[in-house]
């Protein structure tokens, strides 16, 4: 069974840092992507990071140069770095898994995600 826990959530100051992880038990895949997703009140979910199992990441437009994703396989945990915090980063995110490639999700969206963390919730203030 595919479990995905998420930590490191809580609240920064606008500018801040937080690192996220996701720690992820039986998923054995070889081939997947997996990622972070966003979503904040009254809004939809939405990408904010991917990375495949070759390392290859992808980033949505409004975290690049700010966000950067990350995994350590022997430690099947997934990382979110997340600089220069924006309250409107302020969300609950998500991770998330794919026996799929990358570009798919982002063409289709979080529909197109397996498995789902229950989330950790990031706060920024002004």
């Known amino acids: 069974q595919v479990q995905l826990v998420e930590s490191g959530g809580g609240s920064a100051q606008s500018g801040g840092s937080l690192r996220l992880s996701c720690a992820a038990s039986?998923?054995?895949?070889?081939?997947?992507?997996m990622g972070w997703f966003r979503q904040a009140p009254g809004k939809d979910r939405e990408g904010v990071a991917t990375?495949?199992?070759?390392?290859?990441?992808t980033y949505g437009d409004s975290v690049k140069g700010r966000f950067t994703i990350s995994q350590d396989k022997a430690k099947n945990t997934l990382y979110l770095q997340m600089n220069n915090l924006k309250p409107e980063d302020t969300a609950m995110y998500y991770c998330?898994?794919?026996?799929?490639?990358?570009?798919?999700?982002?063409?289709?969206?979080?529909?197109?995600?397996?498995?789902w963390g229950k989330g950790t919730l990031v706060t920024i203030s002004s």
């Open positions: 990375i495949d199992n070759n390392g290859s990441t």
């Open positions: 998330a898994a794919a026996n799929r490639l990358c570009w798919y999700v982002w063409w289709r969206g979080a529909n197109a995600m397996d498995y």
């Open positions: 039986g998923y054995t895949y070889s081939n997947y992507c």
